[in-house]
Structure formats: C-alpha cells, structure tokens
C-alpha cells in the first residue's frame, strides 16, 4: 500500500509538473514570436513569488559579433526602473526622519532651485516623487548621453540646469509653464535632483549610498550605478536595429555608435556602454537574478533573508495611489493594466525602463507576491502582452 501511494504521488507531482511546464511552453512561443517580429536580439525573463525566483529562461544573445548566449546573470543598463531605486534610498532617509517628502527641496541643498515663473512655489520631495515637480527634461539631459562613464559630478549636473547662473539654465527651459504641484508630467531631470538629495543628506555619493544600503543587503554583488562598479565583461551588449522610421531619431544619438557610419535600414548596430551625469533617474546595471531579489524584497515587506531594507508601513505607502483624479500614480511605482488571455486585463504595480538599446519591465501584484521581471537589449512595442501572457502563467502555475 505504502508503495502504491507513493507511485500516486510521483505521478501527480509528474502531472503538475506537466501542467505547470505547458503553461510556460505557451510563454516560450510568444517570446520567441514576438522577438522574432520586433528584432530583439536577446531576451531574458522571471517570474519571483513569496520571496525567491521560482521560473526564468534567457532566449538569443547578449552579443552578436560574439554570439554570447542572453543569460539572467548578464548586466545591463534598466532604464528608468532605477528610479525605483532612488525611491527607495529617499525612503530610507524618511523613515529616519531625515527627509521631509513636503518640505522645500532647497532645505537640502547648498544653492537655490525653484521655477522662474513661479518663484514663489518651493518644488517639494513628494512632488518629485508624483512627477508634480514643474521640472522636465530639456536639450540638455537628451545631449548629456555619452560613452562611458560620467565625466560631470550630479551636484554640477543639477547645478548646471537647474539653478540660474549655470552654464545649460538657458532661460530656465528645465521647468515647465505650471506650477509645481499642478500638473503631473513625467520627469528624469527631477529624479537626478532626488538622487543629489539623498546624498547631501546622507553626507556620501549617491551610488555608494546606495550599495551600501541597498544592494548590498540584498546580496545584489553583481550591481552597480557606474561602468567601474560591474562586470563590463558580462554585459548585454545594447542594439539598434535600425528601420526608415526610427532611422533619423538614431541619428541624432550618433555619438553613442562610434563605430557606425551608415545606419543601414535592416541592420543591427551596436550601442557603446553610455551614462549620463543625471545618473539616479535610469542607470542602475543590474542582471534579472540580482534584481529579482530586491523585488522579492519589495514584494516580502521589505525584508529578504533576514536583511531588511525597507518597513511594510512604507513599501505600502509607495503602493498606494497619491494624486487625486489619477489613478495610477502612487510614489514613483505606478499601475499599469495589462491583457491575459484568460482573465482579461489585470492590474499591475511596478516600474519600466527604456533607453537606447535597452527596455526593461517589472510588474507585480502585492496581493499574491507574485511579480515579472523582463530584460530586452532593443527597445520594441509589444512587450506589455508578454508581461501578461507571463503574469497568467505565473499565476495559472500556482493553482496546479
């Protein structure tokens, strides 16, 4: 009898197994499909539920030229996920009561920052966090991209653009013509000034701020904000893959292909390893293992294998919707829906990157701790259904 039982219950993990495989295999076919319509080089992927990585697959190459397999413990740049990152050190700071989300900017600052036509409405902490700030992103930031790392410190960066004797201030063409406070308009600019905050106040570099409390904790060894901080021998290579409409936009980030001279249509071409002095709004260099394990954190809390980074009160209160009329916006992380085939449209939180060579996305629903992590090295339309097909896997996993 013992043995009989036991040949039952061989066979039904066999058979959830089966089943928990199949749905995954439908994923494989849409991710293989979709890469080959969009032109995505490489692909890699995860699933993270009740704190640890429980599904992953990496598809085509990190680089070309090399043919380097794509793989989850490969670098690369995420975009503006990183902003998440800042968030989170802002955060910090808060709840040790050495930030005030509504005071003045300028109460942290060695010089004056304000909207010239609005002088008297002082940018607040919470205002950056809700894109609220009036601060945008001019000229300036798009020409601040270049191979390597920064040659500009943040503090002259901010200082450069953002206050009225700089030399890149023309006119004041970082603010826009509201108030702050008055209208959302999405900003990368303003997450460079929130990274500068968090320095002065934590009276150290940004990016050491943040390995030291951050990454490190969380056993994220292979990330960093600087070229100099990873493994540039490991990294996904980022592509263009140039068409007759994106040609001309390519163009004008010609400085960022030093190798290339003729953006032939129908060609890959390699992008330099670039930043940008403006660096806490979107350089994090990080792999899907070593991320995945800060959004088990998230998704746990704020606490995983005993280290925590953040309170439950506080990674609530970035989930929680914060202007009223939007119902998407909460502190930096936002909600998104996205199409299942079986459930409709579901409701995600969670934050996408994009530069160029590079998309990135991560969504997750903190009810079931059940989140998406998606690396491509060629930004393309179309991803959104793929966070989903993987969301209702995913979930269609956990019911087996």
């Not at 601060?135 to 450069?160: F, M, R, V």
């Not at 996305?361 to 991803?383: C, E, L, W, Y």
Request: one cysteine or more.
């Amino acid at each position: 009898m013992r043995k009989l039982f036991t040949h039952l219950l061989v066979l039904a993990c066999c058979v959830t197994q089966v089943k928990a495989q199949s749905a995954y295999d439908s994923v494989d076919v849409s991710i293989k499909k979709f890469m080959a319509e969009m032109n995505i080089p490489g692909f890699a992927t995860c699933i993270v539920k009740d704190g640890k990585m429980i599904w992953s697959n990496a598809y085509g190459l990190a680089d070309i030229s090399n043919k380097k397999a794509m793989s989850i413990d490969g670098i690369m740049n995420i975009g503006s996920v990183s902003k998440t990152f800042t968030t989170t050190a802002t955060m910090q700071l808060w709840e040790k009561g050495l930030i005030d989300l509504n005071a003045d900017v300028n109460s942290y600052l060695d010089f004056r920052i304000r909207n010239p036509k609005y002088p008297d409405k002082p940018i607040t902490i919470f205002q950056i966090l809700t894109h609220t700030s009036s601060i945008i992103d001019s000229k300036a930031y798009e020409e601040s991209y270049a191979c390597g790392d920064p040659t500009q410190s943040l503090n002259d960066w901010i200082h450069s653009v953002l206050v009225s004797d700089g030399r890149q201030y023309n006119d004041g063409n970082s603010f826009g013509n509201w108030s702050p406070g008055d209208k959302r308009q999405y900003s990368n600019v303003a997450f460079g000034l929130l990274g500068l905050i968090v320095e002065k106040v934590a009276k150290q570099p940004f990016n050491l701020y943040c390995k030291k409390n951050i990454f490190q904790p969380l056993g994220m060894n292979k990330t960093g904000w600087m070229l100099s901080e990873v493994d540039t021998g490991n990294y996904i290579r980022p592509y263009a893959y140039i068409t007759t409409e994106n040609r001309k936009d390519y163009l004008t980030f010609a400085r960022l292909f030093p190798n290339e001279s003729e953006f032939k249509t129908g060609t890959y071409i390699p992008v330099c390893l670039y930043s940008f002095p403006n660096y806490p709004d979107g350089l994090v260099r990080t792999s899907v293992r070593d991320i995945s394990l800060y959004l088990a954190a998230l998704l746990n809390g704020g606490e995983l294998n005993g280290k925590r980074i953040l309170k439950k009160e506080t990674i609530d209160k970035m989930f929680t919707l914060q202007i009223e009329g939007n119902n998407a916006q909460g502190l930096t992380w936002r909600t998104s829906e996205f199409e299942t085939k079986q459930h409709g449209k579901v409701k995600l939180w969670g934050h996408s990157g994009l530069d160029p060579g590079i998309q990135t996305f991560m969504f997750f629903n903190p009810a079931n701790k059940t989140g998406v992590i998606t690396f491509q090295n060629n930004p393309s339309d179309g991803i959104p259904r793929i966070v989903g097909e993987l969301y209702e896997a995913a979930t269609s996993e956990q019911k087996h």
